[in-house]
């Protein structure tokens, strides 16, 4: 946690934003068994278990928000989905507790990124 604490305004939360792309390709895998553990995440859902894992030709890229968004922050996920849909970019969001996780896909993940740091300067 950072000395200031998580942000919970809307606006604090886009301003600082802050995306990083993670130069690895991401990809989501149902798992039998124990899931991997380099996994980024697991999911435990009622149908199967999901790991999130670095694999080449796994066509998401992940962008983090290193902005510490507090976990009853309202409206980051929708801006930031938003933002991205207008441009036809579909978003999965993993949430920790510290920042947002997006997951575009590989191929767009540089114009993704840009849309990112455009609605970020727009606050």
Same mark, same amino acid.
């Given at each position: @946690?950072?000395?200031?604490?998580?942000?919970g305004d809307?606006? &604090? @939360?886009? =301003?600082? @934003?802050?995306?990083?792309? *993670?130069? !690895? +390709?991401?990809?989501?895998?149902?798992?039998?068994? $124990?899931?991997?553990? *380099?996994?980024?995440?697991?999911? /435990? %859902? *009622? %149908?199967?278990?999901?790991?999130?894992? =670095?694999? %080449? $030709?796994? &066509?998401? =890229?992940?962008?983090?928000?290193?902005? /510490?968004? =507090?976990?009853?922050?309202?409206?980051?996920?929708?801006?930031?989905? &938003?933002?991205? #849909?207008? #441009?036809?970019?579909?978003?999965?969001?993993?949430?920790?507790?510290?920042? *947002?996780?997006?997951?575009?896909?590989?191929? !767009?993940?540089? +114009?993704?990124? $840009?849309?990112?740091? !455009?609605?970020?300067a727009a /606050?």
């Open positions: @946690m950072s000395a200031f604490g998580p942000v809307l606006a &604090g @939360m886009l =301003a600082g @934003m802050a995306p990083v792309l *993670d130069p !690895r +390709e991401w990809g989501f895998a149902v798992v039998a068994g $124990d899931p991997p553990s *380099d996994a980024f995440a697991i999911i /435990h %859902e *009622d %149908e199967g278990t999901t790991a999130i894992v =670095a694999q %080449e $030709d796994g &066509g998401f =890229a992940r962008i983090t928000l290193t902005v /510490h968004s =507090a976990l009853d922050g309202v409206g980051l996920t929708a801006a930031v989905a &938003g933002g991205l #849909a207008a #441009a036809g970019i579909a978003c999965n969001v993993v949430a920790g507790y510290h920042h *947002d996780h997006l997951f575009v896909s590989w191929a !767009r993940r540089g +114009e993704a990124l $840009d849309i990112l740091k !455009r609605l970020a /606050h």
